[in-house]
C-alpha cells in the first residue's frame, strides 16, 4: 500500500541556517511526489514536484529537493532559511495511473531569530 | 488563471447546526477533492468527484456529511447535524484530470468551521 512518512513533527531553525526536512515513501512503482507548503491560514501551495528525469528538482522560495529511489526518500532542502518560511510541509506522493493524493502528517518548522 | 474558490471562509455554529460550503474549482479541471483538516493534523479526504462523479467517499460520515458536484464544476460540502469534533478547516482541491501525469493539487484557502 502506498504511505508516506515524515519523521519530523516539529523543526526549529535559526533564521540563515539551513534547512532538511524528510520524506520517505512506500510505493511498488515511480511515485509522483509533491512538497507543499501551509502557511498559518492559507491552503497549500505548491513548492515543487517530481514526476521523472532529473532527480534533484528546483521549486519556488528557493527550496529544493532530491529524490533518492534507493533510500525511497524525497527531502526537501533549502541552504539559507528565512523568518518568512515558518510554516507547515506536507509530502504528498501519487501514482501515475491513480488519482489518489497520500499526504504525510507534516512537519511544522519555526524559525528563530 | 483564477484560483480555486471557495466560501465562507470562517463559519461558526452551535453543535446540531447545519453549515454548507461552496468550492468553484480551477475552469476545467475534472476531479475535485474535498479534505478535512483538524488542527495539527494533516488533510484528511473526505470526497473526490471526478467530473459529477463519485470517485471516492469511503472516509465521508454519511449519516451527516454530503456533497454534490452538479454539472461537474462548483460543489456543495454539507454538514448536518454538526458535531463538535467537526471543527476543522475544510479544504476544496482540484487537478486537471486527477492523474499524477498532469500536475498536482491546487487548493483553495479553505473554510474554518467552528462548532460550539
Known amino acids: 500500500a502506498q504511505s508516506v512518512t515524515q519523521p519530523d513533527i516539529h523543526i526549529t531553525v535559526s533564521e540563515g541556517a539551513s534547512l532538511e526536512l524528510r520524506c520517505n515513501y512506500s510505493y511498488g512503482a515511480t511515485p509522483y511526489l509533491f512538497w507543499y507548503v501551509q502557511s498559518p491560514g492559507q491552503g497549500l501551495q505548491l513548492l515543487l514536484k517530481?514526476?521523472?528525469?532529473?532527480?534533484l528538482v528546483q521549486g519556488i522560495k528557493g527550496f529544493e529537493a532530491e529524490f533518492k529511489r534507493s533510500q525511497s526518500s524525497f527531502n526537501l532542502r533549502k541552504p539559507s532559511v528565512h523568518w518568512s518560511d515558518a510554516a507547515e510541509y506536507f509530502c504528498l506522493l501519487t501514482a501515475y495511473t491513480g488519482n489518489q493524493f497520500y499526504f504525510g502528517t507534516g512537519t511544522s518548522l519555526t524559525v528563530i531569530p | 488563471e483564477a484560483g480555486v474558490a471557495q466560501s465562507p471562509r470562517y463559519k461558526i455554529i452551535e453543535k446540531r447546526q447545519s453549515v454548507a460550503f461552496w468550492c468553484n474549482p480551477i475552469?476545467?479541471?475534472?476531479?475535485l477533492y474535498w479534505y478535512q483538516q483538524i488542527l495539527g493534523q494533516g488533510p484528511k479526504l473526505l470526497i473526490q468527484f471526478q467530473n459529477n462523479g463519485v470517485v471516492d467517499d469511503s472516509q465521508l460520515p454519511k449519516d451527516r456529511f454530503s456533497a454534490e458536484r452538479l454539472k461537474g464544476v462548483d460543489s456543495t460540502l454539507k454538514i448536518q447535524p454538526a458535531k463538535l469534533e467537526d471543527s476543522a478547516v475544510y479544504l476544496c482541491?482540484?487537478?486537471?484530470?486527477?492523474?499524477?501525469?498532469?500536475?498536482?493539487?491546487?487548493f483553495g484557502e479553505g473554510s474554518r468551521l467552528t462548532v460550539l
Open positions: 475552469s476545467g479541471h475534472a476531479t
Open positions: 517530481y514526476f521523472s528525469g532529473d532527480t
Open positions: 482541491a482540484s487537478s486537471l484530470d486527477g492523474g499524477g501525469n498532469t500536475g498536482e493539487l491546487f
